[in-house]
């Protein structure tokens, strides 16, 4: 009897040890070979994990592995399977710490993201003991990847197999063929049961993650559709471009004009002044007063009252009442980048020279106050690119590592890379295309810069009008046209 009960004993000891050392996996069934395994360095790393993910703020904790004595080799074989990033992970609390990892990448690393906040990230430095058993015993990167994946559901400790809490989850992404030989990458979460075995599945959205993704493609569109609706009016509105002053004369002014398209010798009548019909054709903001000139007969002779004037100026050149014109920046702005310093009387003498001297190149007086103007415009054009520089300086710090490191694992595995909707995130600012669109809008300013005063006070003129057009358009007409056309394809099909 007492053969058999340590028998019975001897089985049930080694049932546990089988219990412990393998897992039920839906997507790896690698057991864990301990004679080989993994060595977390640092006698406080599992000390700033516990501590990071034990606050309750945190929604997920990003873990980057990181090997001291790397055995190269147990990567090589990586393109065969369908693991993304071996060494990265992510440990979730709850549906909100994985819902997160189904936005992208780049709106979580963002510092000043909202999404951001309950985010940590921490780096881990890892060995393999004994070193280089990973190579030496013929184990492969599915090996490493279940080995952290215990590290990590065991909060940086092998030896913890207890039951994972309700909703925590140890995420790592891997890469797949969609069907068309496009990669997709997907995020698959694993958790250990009560019973000890581990049950993993493929991350996928629900209802509401569903819904929050259908709400932001409607507000994109909307954006775009009504992109013109947040120029402000002020750009573009008669009553804050133009303000109109009425002045009533005492006495009427009476003139003789007398309207010709020959000289004013030739019409042997005496005038004091002499107004080009092209001037006044060039002049958008008198139309009243072009109306009536069109309106004359040539070589005739009228008689002009007039009771009333009205004055035209622009409402930035007024200042309102509670308004104070003094300041530290508008001072500097005036006196710097306006050159205003030019009228003081202590440099107004130097700033009206020529910076030549007695030197006069092709003829021509170049004043020290207006090359100062011509340096600081070159000084402030920088100040246009400023959003494409923005944007150059986030993607290469927080979005081109993870580009390149997935398009070189599609290529690895002789995939495309996917398109994730829209050409900004598809194309790197430095792309053909956007560097010909920015390229349009410098050409535009530098041909607006160099234009005469006329022709761009016209093309102001025409643009804003194009606003204000736009704005007093019937939205629901606008609507209803924008449904006719999407509706031609159809129409043209059922005839």
């Not at 090997?67 to 065969?80: E, H, W």
């Not at 996928?204 to 559709?225: A, G, Q």
């Not at 927080?398 to 495309?416: F, G, I």
Request: with cysteine.
């Amino acid at each position: 009897m007492k053969f058999f009960a340590q028998l019975i004993l001897f089985l049930v000891y080694v049932s546990d040890i089988f219990a412990e050392n393998t897992t039920t996996d839906s997507h790896s069934t690698t057991s864990v070979n301990q004679a080989c395994s993994i060595v977390v360095l640092g006698k406080k790393t599992k000390q700033n994990f516990d501590s990071l993910f034990n606050n309750g703020a945190t929604k997920m904790v990003r873990i980057k592995f990181n090997f001291q004595n790397s055995s190269g080799g147990v990567f090589s074989d990586l393109a065969n399977t369908d693991i993304f990033l071996p060494l990265s992970w992510t440990k979730t609390k709850g549906s909100e710490g994985r819902g997160l990892l189904l936005l992208k990448e780049e709106l979580i690393s963002l510092p000043f993201s909202a999404l951001n906040y309950g985010v940590e990230s921490l780096a881990v430095s890892i060995a393999e003991s004994p070193p280089n058993c990973i190579v030496t015993q013929n184990l492969d990167v599915t090996h490493l990847q279940t080995v952290l994946r215990d590290l990590v559901l065991g909060n940086l400790d092998l030896s913890n197999k207890e039951e994972s809490p309700e909703g925590q989850r140890v995420c790592n992404q891997h890469i797949r063929n969609n069907g068309n030989g496009v990669a997709e990458f997907f995020y698959v979460c694993c958790y250990r049961n009560d019973e000890g075995r581990m049950i993993c599945s493929e991350l996928s959205e629900d209802l509401w993650l569903t819904v929050f993704f259908h709400v932001m493609i409607v507000i994109n569109v909307i954006v775009v559709l009504y992109s013109p609706l947040l120029v402000p009016e002020r750009w573009y509105r008669e009553k804050y471009v133009n303000v109109v002053y009425k002045h009533k004369l005492k006495e009427q002014i009476k003139l003789r004009i007398l309207k010709s398209a020959k000289l004013p010798k030739e019409v042997n009548v005496s005038s004091k002044s002499t107004i080009k019909l092209s001037d006044i054709d060039a002049e958008p903001g008198m139309p009243k007063f072009q109306n009536i000139i069109a309106d004359l007969r040539e070589d005739q002779v009228y008689k002009l009252n007039i009771s009333q004037l009205m004055f035209k100026m622009k409402a930035d050149r007024l200042v309102p009442a509670n308004h104070v014109p003094v300041g530290v920046f508008k001072t500097l702005y005036d006196t710097i980048i306006r050159c205003e310093v030019r009228k003081r009387y202590a440099v107004k003498e130097c700033c009206d020279s020529n910076m030549f001297g007695i030197f006069k190149p092709c003829r021509k007086t170049v004043k020290w106050h207006e090359c100062l103007q011509k340096f600081m415009l070159v000084c402030f054009l920088p100040l246009l690119a400023a959003p494409w520089i923005i944007r150059l300086y986030f993607y290469y710090i927080y979005e081109d590592t993870q580009r390149t490191q997935k398009s070189v694992a599609s290529e690895s595995r002789n995939l495309d890379p996917d398109y994730p909707g829209n050409l900004l995130a598809y194309f790197n600012p430095v792309h053909g295309i956007f560097v010909f669109c920015y390229a349009i809008l410098a050409i535009d300013i530098l041909l607006f810069g160099v234009l005469q005063k006329k022709v761009a006070e016209r093309s102001r003129y025409v643009i804003r009008r194009c606003f204000r057009d736009m704005r007093g358009m019937n939205r629901s007409q606008a609507f209803g046209y924008c449904l006719f056309t999407l509706l031609i394809p159809i129409l043209s099909a059922n005839k």
